[in-house]
Nanobody, 118 residues
Framework: QVQLVESGGGLVQAGGSLRLSCAAS????????MGWFRQAPGKEREFVAG????????DYTDSVKGRFAISRDNAKNTVFLQMNSLKPEDTAVYYC???????????WGQGTQVTVPS
């Protein structure tokens, strides 16, 4: 079992920045690939960014490339999502995911709301 707790969401004006954090506990953090997903009202949950176990590879959905950066601190069992140049379309609940394989079979946090007014 892995417990994930997100923090750092909030309301920010377009063009602003936020840094999300996800603290993990319960299992060996290095065993898991970590990811951030988001779900906007009326839409399905979508992949945002991912980072593999030791952080040497990352991946992003096209709409956030160049604006968001995922990182992890394995000593602190924490994964981060630095979000810059935020846009109204980034408004969503952001979820942290920990998985050995497919995120579908991984663990989820409770989510943190990010709101960028238009």
């Amino acid at each position: 079992q892995v417990q994930l707790v997100e923090s750092g969401g909030g309301l920010v004006q377009a063009g602003g920045s936020l840094r999300l954090s996800c603290a993990a506990s319960g299992r060996t953090f290095l065993d898991y690939n970590m990811g951030w997903f988001r779900q906007a009202p009326g839409k399905e949950r979508e992949f945002v960014a991912g980072i593999i176990r030791r952080g040497e590879n990352t991946d992003y959905t096209d709409s956030v490339k160049g604006r968001f950066a995922i990182s992890r601190d394995n000593a602190k069992n924490t994964v981060f999502l630095q979000m810059n140049s935020l846009k109204p379309e980034d408004t969503a609940v952001y979820y942290c995911n920990a998985a050995r394989g497919s995120p579908l079979y991984g663990y989820w946090g409770q989510g943190t709301q990010v709101t960028v007014p238009s």
